[in-house]
């Protein structure tokens, strides 16, 4: 469990801070991204668990954080009818990409892993190692947070997420 109060979480808000705060990326909050998981607690996650080991690696972990936090910066319903899951996956991120170009100047890295994040869906290959992390992060979120989803579906129990205390 992350402590909120730890240094590494207090750096970690800082360098998201501007993004966190924007209208643009708190309407997250109101879009479900996987079972009991709003989508601006997923972005949070895979954030932050990026800032971690890139930070720990000696890479980029500024851009791994920031781009962390808008890689799934879109606002439909991807668990709609009107969209297959292939279609989502191959669209997404550039949707992403373009809202938060809106939102904020990108690095060529933080573009990098925002447009390629969904690696090993199809021919995409990222060109930093940052993305990569990211990519991984965001599907170890992904699974760690529908596994939480069918278990309080079996449980009926809600236990809180660790991270992203601020988040709703
Ligand atoms: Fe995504
Ligand atoms: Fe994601």
């Known amino acids: 469990m992350v402590d909120a109060n730890n240094n590494l979480y207090r750096e970690f808000l800082d360098v998201i801070e501007d993004l966190f705060d924007a209208p643009e990326f708190q309407r997250l909050?109101?879009?479900?991204?996987?079972?009991?998981?709003?989508?601006?607690?997923?972005?949070?996650?895979?954030?932050y668990y990026s800032f971690v080991v890139c930070r720990r690696l000696g890479l980029d972990y500024r851009a791994?954080?920031?781009?962390?936090?808008?890689h799934d910066l879109f606002y439909y319903d991807w668990n709609s009818e009107t969209m297959s899951f292939k279609q989502h996956a191959y669209s997404h991120s550039k949707e992403a990409l373009k809202n938060a170009e809106k939102l904020t100047e990108l690095t060529e890295l933080e573009r990098d892993i925002i447009k390629n994040h969904m690696w090993l869906c199809g021919?995409?290959?990222p060109r930093y190692r940052e993305t990569y992390i990211v990519s991984v992060a965001d599907k170890i979120c992904a699974l760690w947070e529908a596994c939480r989803g069918v278990r309080i579906k079996a449980t009926g129990m809600a236990r809180k997420i660790p991270i992203g205390s601020r988040a709703a």
Do not use: P
């Open 29 to 47: 909050s109101e879009c479900r991204h996987h079972y009991g998981v709003s989508r601006m607690q997923h972005c949070i996650n895979v954030a």
């Open 64 to 70: 791994a954080a920031r781009a962390g936090l808008l």
């Open 123 to 125: 021919a995409i290959w």
